[in-house]
């Protein structure tokens, strides 16, 4: 399943054009054949940040066993790589060394990694055996491969480069390296053998989609297909956005009687919180903590911040 597509960057730049044109074509390829699977998860150009730290993933498949990460790189005619791990590219008849791709998705992944124990323990089940394991996301894979335009050369100078292929191939070496590490899982003496459940897989989904953070670009047109949740923001929202249904009044606060509610603290009306989410069966609740109030929905992992009382 598509959750993410490519975003759409108008820019004069050639390279940056390039670089595009190679995203949606490994893009494309990953549509063609995930979209109508629900247990392998597709999210393309996903920006996440850590405080100063950013990680720009071309592509990110989440599947019952862990994470692929995917590096495309435009390439119209030849790169090689020498035994030392070494990158030069063929660029105007001349070539010219380059950063290592393999390297930069490894990163990647290790960004993730970090990310996703610092942002998305919460998703995983509470169950008995949870609690006694407490897994975190280093009992799963991570592993990346590097995709070259169709159009491209690789020249490997007989050194043995597994996970960098051309993007046309890259789909199958998912599904084989999947069934690798299903049959990898029947090791009951592995101590990286998780599972994730098919639900927590896309409340990890949904996480990431609700965290990405688009770089800065009043050209940039965002493409969502399957999974839109509001984004995670610490920021309480306008005062406007919540106003009493029969005065109109912007002052209100968060009470308890059955539930949670909003009162009017002018005319006294009381009006029941309902929260929206992705889909009509998603069943969000309120969550307080000291005078703020939260949107929790454990169908979709998100937690986000609607309200605060004054006192």
Known sequence: MIIKYVDDKV??????????????????????????????LILNDLRLQDGEDVAQIDHLVIYTYGFIIIESKSVSTKVSVNEH??????????????????????????FLKDFLNNKALRVFRENILNKIQKPTYNNYKF????????????????????????????PDTIINLIAKRKIGSLNIFATDNY???KDTIKKIANLLLALHKPKSNENLVIDIKEINPATEESSIPPSTEYSCSKCKSTNLEVAYGRNYYFKCLDCAYNMPIKHTCNTPTCKAKTKKRKLQFFKVCEACGIEKLFWENKS
């Open 195 to 197: 599972g994730f459940h």
């Open 143 to 170: 592993d990346i491969l590097v995709a070259i335009s169709d159009s491209g050369i690789i020249e490997r100078d007989n050194t043995k480069l597994p996970e960098v292929l051309k993007a046309d191939t890259i």
């Open 85 to 110: 791990g070494e990158w030069k590219r063929l660029y105007n008849k001349q070539e010219k060394g380059m950063p290592s791709p393999i390297q930069q998705a490894k990163r990647q992944a290790s």
């Open 11 to 40: 820019s004069n730049d050639k390279f940056i054009k390039a670089g595009l044109k190679a995203e949606k074509q490994m893009g494309h390829y990953l549509e063609r054949s995930f979209s109508k699977l629900d247990d392998i």
